[in-house]
């Protein structure tokens, strides 16, 4: 019998429909191991994934500072390290916290509310394409002040770069994803060449301009790009997986009726089955996590999925605690590199939530769908659902 480090497979279609309790078996067995695969060290508990993400003097994002290269197009907030990460994150910051979110969140929970209207009582309809694909595109174009582009045709370029996110394990996914990002980036650029509405582009828009600081316009420009697809993406694999936890759990949408639960209670689907599995990091020198030597050099993956469910930080790790609090979960990642979009990505859900909680029609599974084969990113590629009659 192959030992339990070989048996982790991200791909494996068991692994892809519940990797749960594989992560839990690594944890106990053997927290921090060395994966073939992803060519990389592998950590799953919690308090080791925290470590690591905190501490970016020792564990480096930008490949740089390890002696690889980053391709233009990719410099952007995601890629550099502080200090030089610092300026660029905090003017998108600055920016986000600018924008209305209490409008964003009701304009999103309009469009989920007309979306049902159109789809109760049709049969069974695709989550991903009819609401989790409209939901995440509208819900990013909105926080930047930007038209939505058409969403099948947005939805086809966002999976070829999502997929690319898997290149270590396929190598084959790699151009398609540049050629993606390239079209994505034209979009941008014809964004920032255009009139400004309000929205968080309005608002960066001056760090941008022409004769500005070269290397500035260049990290704000792909920037914006990350944050329109990254979030678009994150967020549409989000509410598929959101929507599949409340199909699979009878009675939660209707606890969530109840507002006051609302809010913990997206934060805990998030916490529960995340789309973000986990990201890399490289040790820029020898250091030791858990006992183990990591080498200068080395990858180091944060396993989210597994660090989610670890007993040692979660009471009942393994159940949905609707009102768990506080919830200090890695759904939105940790330290210099955390999520920019967390209270975006939260008015989304808590919008999705809310209009399928309150519509008068009662959603109920049509099938158990089809998981996408990504290892990074745990997604849908279909969830069939019907909206019955109460
Ligand atoms: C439920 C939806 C979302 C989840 C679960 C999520 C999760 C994450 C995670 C785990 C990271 C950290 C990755 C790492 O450390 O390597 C991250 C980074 C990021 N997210 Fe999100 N995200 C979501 C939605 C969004 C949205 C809607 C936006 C923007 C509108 C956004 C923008 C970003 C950006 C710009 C970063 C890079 C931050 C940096 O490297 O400094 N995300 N997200």
Redesign the pocket.
């Known amino acids: 019998m192959p030992s339990v480090t070989d048996r982790y497979d991200p791909l494996d279609p068991e692994v892809l429909r519940d990797p749960y309790p594989v992560l839990a078996e690594l944890r106990q067995r053997e927290p921090v191991f060395w994966h073939v695969g992803m060519d990389s060290w592998a950590l799953t508990r919690y308090a080791d994934s925290v470590r690591v ?1 905190r501490d970016h003097a020792t564990f480096a ?1 930008d490949p740089r500072r390890t002696g690889g290269t980053v391709p233009e197009p990719s410099l952007s ?2 890629t550099l390290d502080p200090p030089q ?1 610092s300026q660029v ?1 905090s003017l ?1 910051m600055t920016a986000l916290r600018a924008q209305d979110l209490t409008a964003i969140e009701e304009r999103a929970r309009r469009l989920v509310l007309e979306r049902l209207d159109v789809l109760a009582g049709g049969g069974p309809f695709d989550v991903v394409a009819e609401l989790a694909v409209p939901l995440s595109v509208a ?2 174009a909105d ?1 930047l002040g930007v038209e939505p582009p058409p969403y099948g045709e947005f939805a086809a370029v966002s999976d070829a770069i999502m997929r690319s996110m898997d290149g270590g394990l396929n190598p084959a996914l790699v151009e398609p994803g540049r050629i993606a990002r390239q079209q994505l980036s034209d979009l941008v650029d014809s964004w920032f060449a255009a009139s400004a509405r309000p929205g968080l582009l309005a608002r960066v828009r001056q760090a941008a301009a022409p004769g500005g600081d070269a290397a500035a316009r260049l990290y704000v420009k792909n ?1 914006a790009r ?2 329109f697809q ?2 678009y993406s ?2 549409a694999a ?1 509410v598929g997986n959101a929507v599949h936890t409340l199909l699979i759990h009878p009675g939660v949408l209707d606890r969530l009726r109840d507002r006051a639960l609302l809010a913990t209670g997206v934060d805990e689907l ?1 916490r529960f089955d ?3 599995q986990g ?1 890399t990091r490289t040790a820029v020198r020898a250091c030791r996590i858990g006992g183990v030597e990591i080498a200068a050099g080395q990858k180091v993956v944060t396993l ?1 999925a597994a660090a989610n469910r670890d007993p040692a930080a979660f009471a009942r790790a393994d159940e949905l605690v609707l009102d768990r609090t506080p919830n200090p979960h ?4 940790w330290g ?7 209270t ?2 939260q008015a ?2 808590r919008a999705l939530v809310a209009a399928l909680s309150d519509h008068r029609a009662h959603l109920a599974a049509a099938d158990d769908g089809v998981r996408r084969r990504t290892a990074t990113m745990r997604a849908f590629d279909t969830l069939p659902a019907a909206l019955l009659h109460r």
Do not use: D, K
């Open positions: 993400l994002r907030v995601q990460q994150r998108f819900v990013v926080l920037t990350v944050m990254g979030g994150t967020m989000a998030v995340g789309p973000v990201t989210f890695l759904g939105y990642g210099p590199h955390s999520c920019i979009g967390t975006v990505a989304g859900l």
